[in-house]
């Protein structure tokens, strides 16, 4: 059993065989679990990562009534990619048909892309209505961007892009209109739901749309891209030893972008 299945599954045991039983009981029991999981440099922020966990339990509470150990299961997967769920939107847990779904956020899929040494720079921008803008595919593509200054109520965004600068001095730009993201959010099971990041986080959601269009083109290890497809899994008791060696469970892993 490798590293992430044997933490989880230790972790699930935990949290269904000894008292107290109520879920935030349990996440409370797993500092030791996460310290573990997490990569060494961050495991002094263990308490930190559990604390998370417990905010947003408390701020959505509908994850009180998904099964314990996907809520769990989210937590370490969180933990082994190195993400913290919070205000930084590197991650969020997600409610859906009683089990408890780990998404990336646009910040996270950043952050693991920028793990790869043949990456020198990535980010998303958001271009809006009244944006001097122009895109140009070929040899040479050129992307001109000149945002309008716009008060505390921006107009909605009509497209989003992305860049990549490589380390060998290449680099890879990206652009997706509306209809494209729209298209994607509508493919997300309940994307209109009370906590749904595509409600709540649209413009994040749509740079992670491009982040992912892109991804089949950027130089990222084996391992980078498998953290990326954990996006959207459900870990259940028996099954989360899926995380590293099967498929695991997804609730629209390809679309969640």
């Known amino acids: 059993m490798s590293d992430i299945a044997e933490r989880a599954a230790t972790a699930v045991e935990a949290a269904t065989t000894k008292r107290p039983t109520g879920l935030t009981a349990m996440i409370e029991r797993q500092v030791d679990e996460v310290a573990r999981a997490l990569p ?20 959505v509470p509908k994850l009180r009534e998904c099964e314990p150990a996907t809520v769990l299961g989210g937590l370490m997967t969180a933990a082994q990619l190195g993400l ?62 000149r945002p309008v200054l716009h008060d505390a109520k921006k107009p909605p965004g009509i497209a989003w892009y992305g860049i990549a600068r490589y380390a060998n001095g290449g680099s890879y730009a990206e652009v997706v209109d509306r209809a494209t ?9 309940n994307a209109d739901g009370q906590y749904s990041p595509w409600r709540n986080h649209y413009d994040e959601m749509a740079q992670k749309t491009v982040i992912r269009v892109m991804q089949p083109y950027l130089p990222l290890t ?36």
């Open 84 to 145: 913290e769920f919070g205000p930084l939107g590197h991650c969020y847990l997600v409610p859906r048909k009683g089990k408890a779904v780990f998404i990336l956020g646009y910040k996270g899929i950043l952050d693991l892309a920028w793990r790869s040494d043949r990456i020198a720079s990535i980010e998303a921008r958001t271009v809006r209505d009244g944006d001097e803008f122009s895109f140009v595919h070929g040899l040479k593509p050129s992307l001109y961007h």
């Open 181 to 189: 993201v729209e298209k994607h959010r509508a493919a997300s099971e």
């Open 222 to 257: 084996a391992e980078i891209a498998r953290q990326i497809a954990w996006d959207g899994a459900v870990a259940r008791g028996s099954s989360i030893e899926t995380l590293e060696h099967e498929e695991p469970d997804y609730i629209d892993v390809e679309e969640e972008t």
């Open 40 to 59: 060494s440099h961050l495991q002094h922020n263990a308490p930190a990562y559990v604390r998370a966990l417990l905010t947003v339990v408390k701020q």
